[in-house]
């Protein structure tokens, strides 16, 4: 009799653990997580597990705090913490961080996303910057780069443009190239040229020094003419030469003229006294 009590004795434990087995690898549903050997309701988004349910209780729920979250029905006993959009990274903060979703990070101006995600960027780079002599074939967005040409021809640009610009044609303006362009500058033009201050002095010195030699020229040309031979020069009729003798008998003989007398030695002649 004791022997046929151990059996059923036996016999109802494995039906227990039997049971349990199949409790355990019966999956809990949808909305159910597993803690333990029970199946526990989910809490839901924007909130996490306070206490896990037990056979007489359900599962205690409360909501994230301090910039944690929960998107979604879980069984945590722990919010996740917010992204952080750090400028640093090219991000700012398209939409903030709520107890059911996390930050979304969008690009700051200037930028384009390297990472994407379903609503924003985890990771973001500057756009490229377009050389001296480069134009702007594409300008960048929130998911391209910057595209940069090189300028051909006549033409030039500073990086900046969206096209590259003709170099100024100064013949056209009436005006003197000073210096011709490149691919990355324009024609730089002035004024027409102009005799300088130092040229001008220049020319009127030159000027000066050609008049004052005619001057000069004229002046000895005029001089030799005054002082020609004797004989060549004539004396008006109405004057007559004067001869007077001085102490030592050296006849000398005036001719009268407009302006004074001019005398002339005449040969000396010695007279004796009688």
């Not at 046929?4 to 039997?18: E, V």
């Not at 750090?86 to 996390?102: A, E, M, N």
């Not at 990472?115 to 480069?134: F, I, N, V």
Request: proline share 5%.
């Amino acid at each position: 009799m004791a022997q046929f009590q151990s059996l059923i004795r036996i016999m109802n434990l494995a039906i227990i653990l039997t049971l349990l087995n199949i409790q355990r690898s019966i999956a809990c549903g949808r909305a159910e997580y597993r803690t333990g050997i029970e199946c526990c309701p989910m809490c839901s988004p924007g909130n996490r597990v306070h206490k896990h349910c037990t056979e007489f209780t359900s599962t205690s729920c409360v909501p994230c705090t301090d910039s944690t979250f929960l998107d979604e029905p879980n069984g945590l006993t722990a919010c996740i913490l917010c992204t952080n959009c750090d400028p640093g990274f090219g991000l700012k903060v398209k939409q903030p961080c709520t107890p059911s979703s996390d930050t979304v990070c969008g690009t700051l101006e200037g930028f384009y996303c390297l990472d994407p995600t379903k609503d924003g960027c985890r990771a973001a780079q500057r756009h490229s910057s377009c050389k001296p002599g480069q134009y702007i074939n594409h300008t960048g967005t929130i998911s391209t780069d910057t595209l940069c040409s090189d300028c051909t021809g006549d033409t030039y640009s500073d990086g900046s443009f969206t096209s590259c610009q003709p170099h100024t044609q100064c013949d056209t303006l009436k005006l003197q190239q000073i210096k011709p362009g490149t691919h990355w500058s324009d024609s730089e033009c002035g004024p027409q040229a102009s005799l300088s201050i130092a040229e001008i002095i220049s020319a009127a010195a030159a000027v000066v020094v050609v008049v004052v030699v005619l001057a000069v020229m004229a002046a000895v040309a005029i001089r030799r003419k005054m002082k020609g031979p004797l004989s060549e020069r004539t004396f008006p009729e109405t004057q007559s030469p004067t001869e007077v003798s001085d102490r030592e008998g050296t006849s000398m003989l005036f001719v009268g003229t407009r302006t004074g007398k001019v005398a002339y030695n005449i040969r000396m002649v010695q007279y004796t006294c009688s």
